[in-house]
């Protein structure tokens, strides 16, 4: 079962807004990380906050994490054409197991120059 | 540096044919390794996890097999496909332990006539 679920689905913004997406999950967590895939392509890692902290900077990227409501958001600053991508996050100990990551659905950004 | 090589990047096949996918991981010992799957539109579903040498964790109940031959050598195989096997196979690793980012290959996608 999916235990991250992505909202929304789809966003799409011009270039140099901001652009926020959240993550919302069930169980218990290790960390909460944040993928980008290309169309087509694999996964890359962004960012990964730990359940013990609240915010986390990655150059554009800041990224919150609220475990008492089971929810992290990640918000883009500046956003430009190139970030047009699918964002995911991923649950990392949830269910009891310390090797699985779990995905959400994933949430379609498109940056209209 | 690690690098991740997953191959063949396209493959169409008919129904009832076998299937054998193939991921190899360089410049790391003892990876954590993965098969996601990935329907059209939708979130990864982890299929199958290996943390050594022929130890394999099976998440979904399929035709689907997957087996570790060597340390950085992992097989996702099936004796009879399905259309319903149809989708974007993804490779990961990650270093043993559990914990941390994964590292993707750049997919596998396969189509089943």
């Known amino acids: 079962s999916q235990q991250g679920e992505e909202d929304p689905q789809a966003l799409s913004i011009q270039e140099g807004e901001n652009a926020t997406m959240n993550c919302s999950y069930k169980t218990s967590i290790n960390n909460l990380q944040w993928y980008r895939q290309n169309s087509g392509r694999g996964l890359v890692h962004l960012i990964l906050?730990?359940?013990?902290?609240r915010e986390k900077h990655s150059g554009r990227l800041r990224v919150t994490l609220d475990t008492s409501k089971k929810s992290s958001s990640l918000l883009i600053t500046a956003s430009r054409a190139a970030d047009t991508a699918s964002y995911f996050c991923?649950?990392?100990?949830?269910?009891?197991?310390?090797?699985?990551?779990?995905f959400g659905k994933g949430t379609l950004l498109t940056v209209n120059p | 540096s690690q690098t991740i090589h997953q191959w063949p990047a396209t493959l169409v096949q008919p129904v009832g044919s076998p299937l054998s996918l193939e991921c190899t991981v360089e410049?790391?010992?003892?990876?954590?390794l993965y098969w996601y799957r990935q329907a059209a539109g939708r979130g990864l579903q982890l299929l199958f996890y290996?943390?050594?040498?022929?130890?394999i964790s099976s998440e979904v109940p399929q035709n689907l097999s997957a087996s570790r031959p060597q340390d950085r050598q992992f097989i996702l195989s099936s004796k009879k496909l399905l259309l319903s096997d149809s989708g974007f196979y993804l490779c990961?690793?990650?270093?043993?332990?559990?914990?941390?980012?994964?590292?993707f290959g750049e997919g596998s996608r396969l189509t089943v006539l």
């Open positions: 990961a690793w990650r270093r043993s332990g559990g914990a941390g980012e994964l590292f």
């Open positions: 991923a649950t990392d100990g949830g269910g009891g197991s310390n090797y699985k990551l779990t």
């Open positions: 290996s943390v050594g040498i022929g130890q």
């Open positions: 906050i730990r359940s013990n902290e």
């Open positions: 410049g790391t010992s003892n990876p954590n």
